[in-house]
C-alpha cells in the first residue's frame, strides 16, 4: 500500500490496522484486545496481550540468528574508543545485570533511576530493568543534582545506577559526587547505588549500599519475564510548564508495535542495517532511536560518546558514519548549525566515505529552510525533518520513506504518521483553514506508543493534555498546514522552550530567578539564537531599596540556574528592568518581549495595561544586545 491508503487504513480501521502490526512482533501471549478504554476515558492498547521488551531486543534476536552480528557499536572520540557488543555479548550482560537487580530486591513494579553517560553499561542497565519489569526512570546526565532529586523523589526508586563520571568536551563530569549531592537533598533514600567505575582505582564507593557495577554480574543470569502490554517501561521526565518536570509513562507492548512500525516505515530500514541517532539517552530519541527501536528490529546501533564538532573537530559525524557504514541518521538541526558554524562548506566531508548513508533524519526542534538547505545541498541526500515529542514516543509528523515519494520541503516537518489524526484547532476547537495558524491537536484515541499517562499524576495528565480541546489531545506545539497538505510546527505555544533540542521551562527558571532575595518579579522567555533555536533571557523588576549592580545580580542568577537545572539551560543574561509589560490583568506579555527581541512584526496587545512599557523594554534589550535585533546594532 501507498501511503495515502495506508494511513487512512490506520485512521479509519485502527484496530484492525494496529492488530495486524502487532502480530508482527513475539508475544508470550497475543493481545485480543487490542483497544479498551477505562473508566477516565483513556485508552489503552493490547490491554490483554503479555509481552517483554528485553526479549524482543535480544532474545528474539538471537533466535531469529543475529547471535553473532553487533548489536551495539560504541565510539568514543574523548577515549578513543570503539567497541563493538555482538547481541550474544549483550544477552550475557544484561541477564546477568538483571539478575544482580533481583539480588538487591528488585521487583516487577520498582523504580530504578539510571544516571549515566553514553556508555554501554547504560543500555545494559536499561534492558535489565525490561526483563525483570522493573520501571526505569532515565535521567539526562547534564542535568544538575537538584533536577536528579526531584526525580528521585517523584519516581522513589529501589536502586539508582550511575557511574563514576561522565565526560563532556573533555571535561570530567563527576557523576558519583552529583548522585552523593542530589541524594543530600532528595527525601526519598534509594535501597541501593550502583556505580559503573569508568577508571582503574576509583575506589570512592562507601559502604554496603554503594555497589560495584561489574559486581551485579555475579548473581546469576535472570530470564525475561512476560509482562502485561500495560507494563510501565520507563518513565521519562520531560519540562512542563510549572518547576515540576512530567514524568511521561510509556507502556510496553504498544510502544514495541510502534516502533517496530517505524523501523519498516518511516525510517525504511532492515534488519541488519546499522542505525545511529546522535541524541543521548537521556531523551526520548535515546529511548526509542538508540535503545529499543534499533535493537527489537535486529539493527546495529552505534552508541556515540561525543558531539558533532570539538570531538575533535566538525567532521566527527562524517567520521563515524564512514567508519561504521552508518545508513540512516538521526539528529537535531542544532548539531548541523553546530557542523555548519565550524565547517561552512562542508570540506570535512569530503574526507569521508558516506555513500553508506540513505537518509538524515532531523527532530528535536525545527529545522529552520537555511540549515535544511545546506546539509541537503552538501549530502545529496534525502534530509527529513519530522516532528515529536517526549510524549508520544515515535514520529507524528514526517515523510513515511518506505510508502511516500514525496519530498521533504524546508521548513516542514511533512505529513501526518500512520495512526496520528492531526487537525490544527483555533481556541474555539474549530479547524482552521489550509494556511491559518493553530494549534496542534491529535484526535483521540492516539496510536500505541505515546504515553498512556504521567506517573503517578493523574490530575495533570488530565488538564495538561485533553482539557483544552476534549476527545484530542493538544500538544503544545503550534502550526499550520499548507494547500499541499505539508505541515509545519512553528514552536511552543505554552512555556517551554527548546534550547539546542533540549526541552526546557521557562516557568522553572522563573521560579529560580524569583527567589532571589532582589527580585520582586521577573520574566523568562526563550529568544532566538542562531545556533541553539533558542536560549532563555530574564527581565527583572528589583525590590524597592535593593542595592545591587545588574552585573552582580546576572552573576548570581546564572550561578543559580546551572546550579539548579543544570549547564544545559545555557542562561546567560539576565537585565533589570523597571517595569514588566502586562495586560490589565496582569498577564506578563513574554511572547510579545520575544517577538520585539527577535525583531518579528508585533502587534501591541489591546488588553495591554500600558504600551509606553514595551519602549522601556526594548531600550533595555538594545543597551544589553539581547536579541537578534539588537546584537548586531551599535547603539
Ligand atoms: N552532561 C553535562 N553537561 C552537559 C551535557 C551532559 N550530558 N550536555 C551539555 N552539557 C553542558 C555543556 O558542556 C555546556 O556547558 P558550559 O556552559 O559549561 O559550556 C552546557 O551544558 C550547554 O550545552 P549545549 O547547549 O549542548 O551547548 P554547547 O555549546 O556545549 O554544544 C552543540 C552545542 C550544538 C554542539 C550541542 O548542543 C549538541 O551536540 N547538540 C545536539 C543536541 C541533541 O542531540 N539533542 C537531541 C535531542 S533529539
Ligand atoms: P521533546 O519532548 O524533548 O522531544 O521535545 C518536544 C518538542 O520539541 C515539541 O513539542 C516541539 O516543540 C519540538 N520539536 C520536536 N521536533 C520538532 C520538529 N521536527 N519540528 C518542530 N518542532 C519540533
Request: aromatic fraction near 10%.
Amino acid at each position: 500500500m501507498e501511503y495515502e491508503e495506508l494511513y487512512r487504513y490506520s485512521i479509519d480501521q485502527k484496530e484492525q490496522f494496529w492488530s495486524e502490526q502487532a502480530t508482527k512482533l513475539s508475544w508470550f501471549e497475543q493481545p485480543t484486545n487490542i483497544l479498551s478504554q477505562n473508566d477516565a476515558g483513556h485508552y489503552s492498547w493490547f490491554e490483554d496481550g503479555r509481552i517483554n521488551m528485553s526479549y524482543l531486543c535480544i532474545d528474539k534476536q538471537i533466535e531469529d540468528g543475529r547471535g553473532e552480528q553487533t548489536a551495539i557499536i560504541y565510539d568514543s572520540p574523548s577515549f578513543n574508543l570503539v567497541q563493538h557488543i555482538s547481541y550474544n555479548e549483550l544477552y550475557e550482560k544484561v541477564s546477568k545485570f538483571a539478575a544482580g537487580l533481583l539480588n538487591l530486591g528488585v521487583r516487577k513494579n520498582d523504580t530504578v533511576i539510571i544516571y549515566m553517560p553514553m556508555i554501554p553499561q547504560s543500555l545494559i542497565a536499561m534492558l535489565a530493568c525490561a526483563r525483570i519489569g522493573a520501571i526505569h526512570s532515565v535521567v539526562f546526565g547534564g542535568f544538575a543534582p537538584h533536577e536528579l532529586a526531584v526525580r528521585i523523589d517523584d519516581a522513589r526508586p529501589k536502586v539508582v545506577i550511575s557511574a563514576s563520571y561522565g565526560i563532556e568536551f573533555g571535561k570530567k563530569i563527576p557523576y558519583k559526587i552529583l548522585v552523593d549531592q542530589a541524594l543530600d537533598e532528595a527525601k526519598h533514600q534509594p535501597d541501593y547505588q550502583v556505580y559503573y567505575r569508568r577508571e582503574e582505582g576509583f575506589d570512592n564507593l562507601g559502604g554496603p549500599r554503594e555497589i560495584d557495577f561489574e559486581a551485579m554480574y555475579l548473581c546469576g543470569s535472570a530470564k525475561s519475564i512476560p509482562v502485561p502490554a500495560t507494563h510501565p517501561l520507563y518513565i521519562l521526565y520531560t519540562s512542563g510548564t510549572t518547576g515540576k518536570p512530567k514524568g511521561i509513562v510509556r507502556d510496553t507492548g504498544g510502544y514495541a508495535t510502534a516502533l517496530n512500525f517505524s523501523m519498516e516505515y518511516f525510517y525504511n530500514v532492515q534488519p541488519g542495517n546499522v542505525f545511529w541517532a546522535a541524541s543521548d539517552i537521556g531523551w526520548v530519541v535515546g529511548h526509542s532511536y538508540i535503545v529499543y527501536a534499533p535493537l527489537l528490529y535486529g539493527c546495529t546501533t552505534v552508541l556515540y560518546e561525543g558531539k558533532p564538532v570539538r570531538t575533535p573537530d566538525p567532521g566527527a559525524f562524517w567520521r563515524v558514519v564512514e567508519a561504521h557504514k552508518v545508513n540512516v541518521l538521526f539528529t537535531a538541526p542544532t548539531a548541523i548549525r553546530a557542523i555548519k558554524k565550524e565547517d561552512p562548506n562542508g570540506s570535512l566531508l569530503q574526507q569521508y566515505n558516506t555513500s553508506s548513508l540513505k537518509q538524515l533524519f532531523l527532530a528535536g526542534e525545527r529545522c529552520d529552510p537555511a540549515t535544511f538547505d545546506w546539509i541537503k545541498a552538501l549530502l545529496q541526500k534525502p534530509v527529513i525533518d519530522h516532528w515529536w515529542q517526549t510524549e508520544s514516543g515515535w514520529a507524528m509528523l514526517g515523510i513515511m520513506t518506505k510508502i511516500d515519494q514525496r519530498e521533504a520541503i524546508a521548513g516542514a516537518a511533512g505529513f501526518p504518521v500512520c495512526g496520528f489524526d492531526i487537525k490544527i484547532l483555533d481556541e474555539d476547537g474549530n479547524e482552521v483553514p489550509v494556511g491559518a495558524e493553530g494549534n496542534i491537536a491529535v484526535k483521540l484515541p492516539l496510536p500505541p506508543g505515546c504515553l498512556p499517562s504521567l506517573w503517578k499524576n493523574e490530575i495533570r495528565f488530565q488538564k495538561s493534555y485533553f482539557h483544552k480541546y476534549p476527545g484530542y489531545y493538544l500538544s503544545g506545539d503550534g502550526g499550520f498546514r499548507n494547500e499541499d497538505g505539508y505541515y509545519f510546527v512553528m514552536g511552543r505555544i505554552d512555556d517551554v522552550i527548546n534550547v539546542s533540542g533540549h526541552r526546557l521551562s521557562t516557568g522553572e527558571m522563573e521560579e529560580i530567578v524569583a527567589s532571589h532575595p532582589a527580585v520582586a518579579e521577573c520574566a523568562v522567555m526563550g529568544i532566538y539564537c542562531e545556533l541553539k533555536g533558542q536560549r532563555p533571557i530574564a527581565l527583572v523588576v528589583l525590590k524597592d531599596g535593593t542595592d545591587i549592580t545588574e552585573a552582580v545580580l546576572e552573576t548570581e542568577l546564572i550561578a543559580s540556574v546551572r546550579e539548579k537545572i543544570g549547564a544545559i539551560a545555557s542562561f546567560k543574561n539576565a537585565a533589570i528592568v523597571k517595569r514588566l509589560p502586562k495586560t490589565r490583568s496582569g498577564k506578563i506579555l513574554r511572547k510579545t518581549i520575544c517577538e520585539i527581541a527577535d525583531g518579528k512584526p508585533y502587534s501591541i496587545p489591546s488588553t495591554i495595561d500600558d504600551p509606553v512599557v514595551l519602549d522601556e523594554i526594548a531600550a533595555v534589550l538594545r543597551k544589553r544586545k539581547l536579541g537578534v535585533t539588537f546584537e548586531t546594532s551599535n547603539q
